[in-house]
């Protein structure tokens, strides 16, 4: 921490620095700032510039196109935006309901010590590195779900659903729940903060009525939340539409859309990790980035809508954590 | 409080359970309490109160804030029971059954003995209508009829009705403070409670919104027993029959002082204190 | 009877008390499942925290050795062999993705919290989306600004990618604790004549610390793990390198890079640095959340 912030205990060392000037202060927060927004502007016109050539040459129909063969240098980025909604849909499937019970315990059910430690615990599941999480994933679950839950899918069915199953544990349904335990931190932590702030005359009010615990959850909570359960949602599709170690390392890859839950597909965070360091082809570097410029977008979108939903709520430090 | 003294209260509750020595005239009562403590963390808070809550009239307590007047209020309805650390002990009968003694499921405790808090609480994200018959349904009513029949009713004797009759699908939030209150009101009438427990309604009001209250709750009496907590000695002489003077003990424990009819409490108060406080001369 | 059916009110208190009496069954159960369920959603939860740090412990703790974190990478087939140049990497590129983010962190959101003007809001606001979006993108970047430009990989390229990802935690971690400081210190400071940046430094940065190291601390500690924007700006080596403008090993690339392989040996490398890494990052998460205690304790 060698950055200017001075030990008070150093304050009145006789060696003084020149006084700035308050003008220049001023400027020099500012200027600070207009870097800071710069580099943002540079951010945004850097990916467009560089997938240029890609929309230019495929326009619409790159985002309609079902065919990325580098081979004959076609590229449709359609298979990738399939991937990335089916494995959110996962996610998020199992994220909001055990995320919003998890989070309605944590808010008005446990007593408080006890909310303390699981919040702690589950929060800390935000801070595990996401290559942490594909490791598990490749080599943990997806041996178990191709010794355990394919057999048990092709035994109840008489098949591996739609389309076949990969037959190696890895693709869609392995990278969903994956990505459903990496968005449960955000959906329980902010779920949690917003429940926590519907005021206590609200939950008095309908007990006073002869309501059960329960209805007062259902009934009165929930509803009062509901703005800020929605932010939650929102911002846990966001990361869930952006994760990419995780979901590369268990998704297996394939540039084709998949009708299996155990097929193997691509998301469009996952292709570009997958395909970016040998792409020597400009169109395929070009379409890549495209489609960086297509998930930056949707994920910025989401992110908007998602901050103005939480707004209203104050966020603690921890919350920013896992958001 | 002991087990020894509930079985007592119990006992005695078998054979007369309507006249009180405290009360002069012989008005039958809806509620007694008898011996009522409550403590949180083991801190008392109100400490052996025992008086009887005459049906049809208004029940005013009375005393300095810090006298334990909300935490009383609270345990008629067993409102504690939300708090972990708090513990109610003594007896409080409703119609003749003790709402601690565990017959009674709290939750239907509360159905039968509604509240009204201080500040307006209605449901935000329900309609008007849906706020008055809310209760209804918390407590498993479907019949649309009487849900219907019910808000009515409540709203016309919340005079509320004329006011939101055209947007009962308006919701809630749109009202005024006063409204709000009176919509309260009406949400808590709506079931039908024996008894209706305000808790300083109208300290979160402007003088008017006040006085429609004020009017209301004497309006109420042929249809719910009311007991009012209130800071306001005047609103406490106008609209209450009875009265019940707390004042806070040296261990900061309410207690009660003096319970009569209001016009004997004001004018000839038998305790010192109690002439103290209604003269305005602490508190 | 007979005087209560004349009495619509007391008919409907009869009718509304039966009711609630018969349904009260019903609606207990329906509450206590509700309990139950929120229950069992907690247990869910807490599964896969301990099922991650339990198996990367099982299978990590055996690649543990002095060597391991002495020693750079045995060439193919050799035995023996270490994270040792990962580790050194990750030092490296995260302690200049600190060197930038750090210092414009703090002025950003010093600048934050000196002001509520529609600039500050909407900066504020684009910070919040900046912590949202994919870090790869954000990869993509550093490789057009920094790769494509000096024609060559460089782990200086990679930083600029992890202090990007820093930047947003720091603005808003840090104007938070900005914040808190005491407007009357801060105005006492300023009418003794000092000047505002003095102030600044020696006023509200001192009294904001605590703070200021816990937004630090949370954002390297999700800095340090990701490797989404190393993946084509480090890239990774199998050598020490120490100099920013030459690829680079980082810890997280390791995890990757062996994860994805088919041997055993290797995977066995990724486990005992994936765990390296989750304890480094569940340390600092851990110290950041203690520190937002302590701190709570002192305002209080």
């Given at each position: 921490m060698t950055v200017g912030i001075r030990n008070p205990g150093t304050a009145g060392q006789p060696r003084r620095r020149p006084a700035v000037p308050n003008g220049l202060y001023r400027a020099?927060?500012?200027?600070?700032?207009?870097?800071?927004?710069?580099?943002?502007?540079?951010?945004?016109?850097?990916?467009?510039?560089?997938?240029?050539?890609?929309?230019a040459h495929f326009g619409f129909s790159f985002i309609t196109g079902t065919q990325w063969n580098p081979v004959t240098a076609h590229y449709g980025a359609l298979?990738?935006?399939?991937?990335?909604?089916?494995?959110?849909?996962?996610?998020?499937?199992?994220?909001?309901?055990?995320?919003?019970?998890?989070?309605?315990?944590?808010?008005?059910?446990?007593?408080?010590?006890?909310?303390?430690?699981?919040?702690?615990?589950?929060?800390?599941?935000?801070?595990?590195?996401?290559?942490?999480?594909?490791?598990?994933?490749?080599?943990?679950?997806?041996?178990?779900?191709?010794?355990?839950?394919?057999?048990?899918?092709?035994?109840?069915?008489?098949?591996?659903?739609?389309?076949?199953?990969?037959?190696?544990?890895?693709?869609?349904?392995?990278?969903?729940?994956?990505?459903?335990?990496?968005?449960?931190?955000?959906?329980?932590?902010?779920?949690?903060?917003?429940?926590?702030?519907?005021?206590?005359?609200?939950?008095?009010?309908?007990?006073?009525l002869g309501a059960t615990k329960g209805q007062v959850l259902s009934r009165v909570v929930i509803p009062h939340a509901r703005a800020g359960i929605l932010g939650a949602i929102t911002l846990a599709t966001g990361r869930a539409l952006g994760e990419t170690m995780a979901v590369t390392m268990v998704i297996g890859n394939t540039p084709a859309i998949t009708h299996s839950l155990f097929g193997t597909t691509a998301t469009m965070a996952s292709i570009i990790a997958n395909q970016f360091?040998?792409?020597?082809?400009?169109?395929h570097l070009a379409s890549l980035i495209a489609i960086a410029v297509l998930l930056l977008v949707v994920a910025a979108l989401v992110n908007v809508a998602a901050r103005m939903l939480v707004r209203s709520v104050g966020r603690s430090v921890s919350a920013i954590a896992v958001a | 409080m002991t087990d020894e003294s509930r079985v007592t209260t119990a006992q005695t509750d078998m054979t007369a359970p309507t006249t009180v020595e405290s009360s002069p005239d012989a008005v039958s009562s809806?509620?007694?309490?008898?011996?009522?403590?409550?403590?949180?963390?083991?801190?008392?808070?109100?400490?052996?109160?025992?008086?009887?809550?005459?049906?049809g009239q208004v029940t005013a307590l009375i005393g300095p804030s810090g006298s334990g007047k909300t935490t009383l209020l609270r345990a008629l309805n067993r409102m504690h029971d939300t708090v972990r650390t708090a513990k109610v002990t003594g007896a409080i009968h409703l119609a003749g059954i003790d709402i601690y003694g565990g017959t009674l499921h709290p939750t239907l405790v509360r159905s039968r003995v509604g509240m009204v808090f201080q500040r307006p609480n209605p449901f935000p994200t329900m309609s008007i209508y849906d706020n008055v018959v809310s209760g209804l349904r918390f407590n498993g009513v479907r019949n649309k009829a009487l849900l219907k029949e019910a808000a009515e009713s409540a709203l016309i004797a919340a005079a509320l009705w004329d006011e939101v009759r055209d947007r009962l699908n308006a919701s809630a939030a749109t009202l005024s403070g006063g409204q709000q209150q009176r919509l309260c009101i009406a949400r808590a009438l709506a079931v039908e409670p024996e008894v209706l427990l305000m808790d300083e309604p109208t300290s979160a009001l402007d003088p008017q919104a006040t006085r429609r209250i004020e009017d209301l709750v004497g309006e109420l009496k042929d249809r719910v027993t009311v007991v009012i907590v209130t800071h306001n000695m005047q609103q406490a002489a106008r609209?209450?029959?009875?009265?019940?003077?707390?004042?806070?003990?040296?261990?900061?424990?309410?207690?009660?002082?003096?319970?009569?009819?209001?016009?004997?409490?004001?004018?000839?108060?038998?305790?010192?204190?109690?002439?103290?406080?209604?003269?305005?001369?602490?508190? | 009877?007979?005087?209560?059916?004349?009495?619509?009110?007391?008919?409907?208190?009869?009718?509304?008390?039966?009711?609630?009496?018969?349904?009260?069954?019903?609606?207990?159960?329906?509450?206590?499942?509700?309990?139950?369920?929120?229950?069992?959603?907690?247990?869910?939860?807490?599964?896969p925290l301990v099922a991650v740090i339990a198996y990367t412990i099982e299978r990590g703790a055996p690649a543990w050795s002095?060597?391991?974190?002495?020693?750079?990478?045995?060439?193919?087939?050799?035995?023996?062999?270490?994270?040792?140049?990962?580790?050194?990497?990750?030092?490296?590129?995260?302690?200049?993705?600190?060197?930038?983010?750090?210092?414009?962190g703090l002025l950003v959101a010093l600048f934050l919290a000196n002001s509520n003007s529609r600039v500050a809001s909407g900066i504020r606001f684009v910070t919040d989306v900046l912590s949202g979006v994919p870090s790869i993108t954000i990869g993509i970047f550093a490789y057009g600004i920094l790769v494509t430009t000096l024609h060559h990989f460089s782990a200086i390229a990679g930083s600029f990618g992890v202090g990007l990802i820093m930047l947003p935690i720091m603005i808003r971690a840090s104007e938070t604790s900005i914040r808190t400081v005491p407007t009357d210190l801060h105005e006492a400071a300023l009418s003794l004549g000092a000047k505002n940046a003095a102030v600044a430094r020696r006023v509200t940065l001192p009294t904001a610390l605590p703070g200021l190291v816990t937004g630090l601390l949370l954002a390297v500690a999700r800095g340090a793990g990701e490797s989404a924007p190393l993946l084509f700006t480090a890239i990774g080596s199998q050598y020490l390198t120490t100099s920013?403008?030459?690829?680079?090993?980082?810890?997280?690339?390791?995890?990757?890079?062996?994860?994805?392989?088919?041997?055993?040996?290797?995977?066995?490398?990724?486990?005992?640095?994936?765990?390296?890494?989750?304890?480094i990052v569940l340390v600092l998460s851990v110290s950041s959340r203690i520190a937002v205690a302590r701190l709570g304790r002192i305002r209080r």
């Open positions: 020099g927060l500012s200027v600070a700032a207009l870097v800071f927004v710069a580099l943002l502007v540079a951010f945004v016109v850097d990916l467009v510039v560089q997938a240029r050539p890609a929309f298979p990738f935006i399939v991937g990335t909604l089916e494995t959110t849909v996962i996610a998020m499937v199992l994220a909001i309901p055990i995320g919003l019970g998890a989070a309605l315990s944590l808010s008005h059910l446990l007593p408080s010590r006890t909310r303390a430690v699981i919040g702690t615990a589950v929060e800390m599941l935000a801070a595990i590195p996401s290559v942490v999480y594909g490791l598990w994933g490749l080599l943990v679950l997806a041996p178990w779900a191709r010794t355990v839950i394919e057999p048990a899918v092709a035994f109840v069915f008489g098949h591996r659903g739609p389309g076949g199953g990969s037959e190696i544990g890895v693709g869609l349904l392995l990278a969903g729940l994956i990505l459903f335990v990496m968005v449960l931190p955000t959906m329980v932590a902010i779920s949690r903060d917003v429940l926590a702030a519907v005021p206590t005359e609200q939950i008095e009010g309908a007990l006073a360091t040998e792409a020597t082809e400009p169109f | 809806i509620m007694q309490l008898h011996e009522v403590s409550v403590a949180f963390s083991g801190r008392p808070a109100v400490r052996n109160v025992s008086f009887d809550i005459a049906i609209i209450s029959d009875r009265c019940a003077f707390l004042l806070m003990a040296e261990d900061r424990a309410g207690e009660l002082i003096e319970f009569g009819p209001t016009n004997q409490l004001f004018s000839s108060p038998t305790d010192q204190r109690t002439e103290d406080y209604v003269n305005g001369r602490f508190g | 009877m007979s005087v209560l059916t004349l009495d619509p009110i007391l008919t409907r208190r009869a009718e509304i008390q039966r009711t609630a009496e018969a349904s009260l069954g019903r609606r207990q159960r329906h509450s206590r499942l509700l309990v139950g369920l929120t229950g069992a959603c907690v247990l869910v939860s807490l599964v002095v060597d391991f974190f002495s020693h750079a990478p045995t060439p193919e087939g050799i035995p023996g062999g270490g994270i040792w140049n990962s580790i050194v990497g990750s030092f490296i590129i995260d302690g200049i993705a600190l060197g930038g983010a750090i210092p414009l920013p403008f030459g690829p680079m090993a980082a810890m997280p690339l390791t995890v990757y890079l062996n994860g994805i392989q088919a041997y055993p040996d290797l995977q066995q490398i990724a486990w005992g640095t994936g765990l390296l890494l989750l304890c």
